[in-house]
């Protein structure tokens, strides 16, 4: 999981912070104060304590990255690249990357196979955030655009008129005997 600044943990800075767990358990320390000396959630100490109760300091050693299911540096690199050139680079027409698109994309490339879920975690880790895009035509005129907002649409609007010109009021209250 991550850190308090949000950025994860690598496996080895992960295992070595359950092994912190572990040497406060071996002192006695209660599972609500582990969490909060270590920063993480009482759930998460409480697997920790059931680990290490039933198979040591052993079973809080890292298993490391699980086989074929994650990209490795190089490859995560490349992915980033890919990304970066855009989807219609990769066929899109719609200029739109979707979590199912890019498993696709890493599937074929990689012959890697993540869920959604993976590759929402697999892109968050890399720094890409979730945004809708602004929806534009590529064949928007970015002049034709500003010309109708200073030209036409002035023209075009019209402006609202002021109470004090009719001298009528804006107040609840009534107007004053005059």
Same mark, same amino acid.
């Given at each position: 999981m991550g850190t308090r600044t949000g950025r994860p943990l690598s496996f080895v800075e992960a295992e070595r912070r359950r092994l912190q767990a572990a040497d406060l358990f071996e002192q006695g320390m209660r599972q609500s104060k582990v969490a909060?000396?270590?920063g993480v959630t009482p759930q998460a100490v409480s697997l920790w304590r059931r680990a290490w109760a039933e198979g040591g300091r052993e079973a809080l050693l890292s298993k490391g990255p699980g086989g074929s299911s994650y990209l490795s540096a190089g490859q995560e690199a490349e !992915?980033?690249?890919l990304l970066r050139s855009g989807p219609a680079e990769?066929?899109?027409?719609?200029?739109?990357?979707? !979590?199912?698109?890019?498993?696709?994309?890493?599937?074929e490339r990689f012959g890697?196979?993540?869920?959604?879920?993976?590759?929402?975690? +697999? +892109?968050?880790?890399?720094?890409?955030?979730?945004?809708?895009?602004?929806?534009? &035509?590529?064949?928007?005129?970015?002049? &034709?655009v500003a010309a109708w907002r200073t030209e036409t649409w002035p023209a075009a609007s019209h402006p609202r008129r002021s109470p004090q010109a009719e001298g009528g009021s804006?107040?609840? &209250?009534?107007?004053?005997?005059?």
């Open positions: 909060k000396v270590l !992915l980033e690249i990769h066929g899109r027409q719609d200029q739109r990357w979707t !979590l199912a698109r890019i498993g696709r994309m890493i599937e890697v196979r993540y869920e959604i879920s993976g590759v929402w975690r +697999l +892109l968050d880790r890399l720094g890409w955030s979730w945004q809708v895009p602004k929806v534009r &035509a590529v064949e928007r005129d970015e002049e &034709a804006a107040s609840r &209250a009534r107007p004053e005997p005059g």
